[in-house]
């Protein structure tokens, strides 16, 4: 190609990103501006002393009451909710991300160093996120790591009492989004779901993710799900030689558990060696002697559409699940995300880098409202700074939040082309390895639980699962929060998990 032309092309992409991101602005500071007014004329004292004021009371009229910014914020919400689900506001966003798709490609076809800064920067967050993470495994839950596989840890939760009580009873699986990290279900020791759960005597497992680098962008939905079965499996054989234990009562028994940890150790590595000379589609062999151990399953957000394709293949292997704010039918779900996940196009992005950078999604969840997301819980810390309490989770969730890994390039395009822009998981047509996912074949007990106020994952789209499962045994718990708040409210862990854990119990 002519380097003329190049450098034109170039020249060209940078400016219609640069021009596309300034309209992107201005409609955001429009938003806010209009916002504003609005809320100044439904605060009649407000409107009243706008019309009256003297240039010695300007100072007072720029810094508004609590209450007059309170309606501001909250009809920015209102206005945003309207702008950036638009067509207007997608085909604008579409545009910035093309242009700078294409812009990213062309400097490095004139070789431009542009692959050696993004491989410098993978490589100081890989190694701030092997610190971040050696750091939280200290102050989490005390845990055992069963087995760890790729970039995948299982890991095994004790108890406060140290002891192996609830070891093999009662086994269930925490199967966490791949976006951000699973420690929001560990935030600290007063508000973790793992803890309650524990001392409701269930005997907690958990898939760590990690954090994917570069190495493994090729990872599918179905290279998730086979994790999924891989940890099923070992917690079935793990619990089952536990319980075995335990029935015979033997005094020596934490000592015997113990030697059952090291061999399930030494039987994973076997196991890692075998598992690639059979083939990935077999089904768990229920008649086994390990198949009478079902376990429980629960699945957060998207990993509750893992949980959800794992259950339609091997649902004989399952107890009961537990679907926490899952996107299950993409036609409710009528979020910011969710719309700019349909509309974007996916696949040039990922072929463009080959994942999802875990920055781009949190600069994502920030443009829902730049204001309430950035500036305004700052604001809310300097108010309660004095309250220890709040303190400890603020800075917990702060630290959680910002740590989002990246999305595998693969996975990423399975479940945004399948499941947002097809509805493919409802429509009972996700293809994976020459076997289809078909919800109908689901006929365990489901507990489904849906946040009020979610803005991340449509209450409606995740009630729909109900609808399209065979399952007898159903329940719907709706939970007035947010999605977070699912893990991390006083009135989530006083009153939610309680009742999650009964059930699971139960059932």
């Excluded at 990935?280 to 079902?294: G, L, M, P, T």
Aim: net charge neutral; charged share 25%; glycine share 4%.
């Amino acid at each position: 190609m002519n380097p003329f032309f190049t450098y034109f092309d170039i020249l060209t992409n940078a400016f219609e990103a640069f021009t596309s991101g300034i309209e992107i602005l201005s409609k955001y500071n429009l938003a806010y501006a209009e916002s504003y007014f609005n809320a100044l004329k439904d605060n009649q004292k407000q409107a009243a002393e706008y019309k009256n004021f003297e240039v010695l009371n300007n100072l007072r009229f720029l810094l508004p009451s609590e209450e007059l910014y309170e309606e501001w914020l909250k009809n920015t919400d209102t206005k945003l909710n309207d702008l950036l689900k638009s067509e207007e506001f997608s085909s604008l966003l579409s545009k910035y991300v093309k242009s700078y798709l294409e812009l990213h490609r062309l400097l490095k076809v004139q070789g431009y160093p542009i692959q050696h800064f993004e491989d410098i920067y993978e490589y100081i967050t890989n190694n701030w996120n092997s610190y971040y993470t050696s750091r939280k495994d200290k102050v989490v839950s005390e845990f055992r790591i069963a087995y760890k596989k790729d970039n995948v840890r299982l890991m095994h939760f004790i108890g406060d009492d140290k002891s192996t009580v609830n070891e093999g009873k009662n086994p269930l699986l925490i199967v966490y989004a791949p976006i951000n990290q699973f420690h929001i279900m560990d935030i600290n020791p007063v508000r973790s779901v793992v803890k309650s759960l524990l001392s409701k005597g269930i005997d907690v497992y958990l898939l760590d993710w990690g954090y994917p680098t570069s190495k493994y962008n090729e990872l599918s939905l179905y290279d998730y799900i086979t994790y999924v079965k891989d940890a099923a499996q070992f917690i079935q054989k793990q619990s089952s030689v536990s319980t075995s234990v335990n029935v015979l009562g033997d005094k020596t028994s934490k000592v015997t558990n113990q030697m059952n940890l090291e061999i399930a150790d030494t039987k994973n590595n076997l196991f890692d060696k075998t598992r690639s000379e059979n083939s990935s589609s077999d089904r768990i062999d229920q008649n086994s002697k390990y198949s009478e151990k079902k376990i429980s399953i629960l699945g957060y957000c998207w990993g509750g559409i893992i949980v959800l394709c794992y259950a339609s293949l091997h649902n004989n292997s399952i107890r009961n699940l537990t679907l926490l704010a899952v996107p299950v039918d993409s036609s409710k779900d009528q979020t910011i995300l969710s719309t700019w996940a349909k509309n974007l196009d996916t696949d040039k992005i990922i072929d463009e880098f080959g994942h999802l950078n875990g920055q781009v999604l949190d600069i994502g969840f920030i443009m829902r409202n730049p204001m309430r997301y950035t500036a305004d819980k700052y604001l809310t810390m300097v108010k309660k700074y004095n309250d220890t309490e709040f303190m400890d989770i603020f800075r917990s969730v702060e630290g959680w939040l910002y740590n989002t890994p990246n999305i595998p390039g693969k996975l990423f395009k399975d479940i945004v082309n399948g499941c947002y822009k097809n509805n493919s998981l409802v429509k009972n047509n996700i293809g994976l390895n020459h076997e289809v996912i078909n919800l109908r074949k689901i006929d365990v007990p489901i507990q489904t639980i849906v946040a009020k106020n979610d803005d991340l994952v449509s209450p409606e789209s995740t009630m729909e699962i109900e609808n399209y499962v065979s399952s007898n045994t159903k329940k719907m718990i709706k939970f007035k929060g947010g999605h977070v708040g699912l893990c991390i409210s006083g009135s989530a862990h006083g009153q939610l998990w309680p009742e999650v854990a009964d059930w699971i119990l139960m059932n």
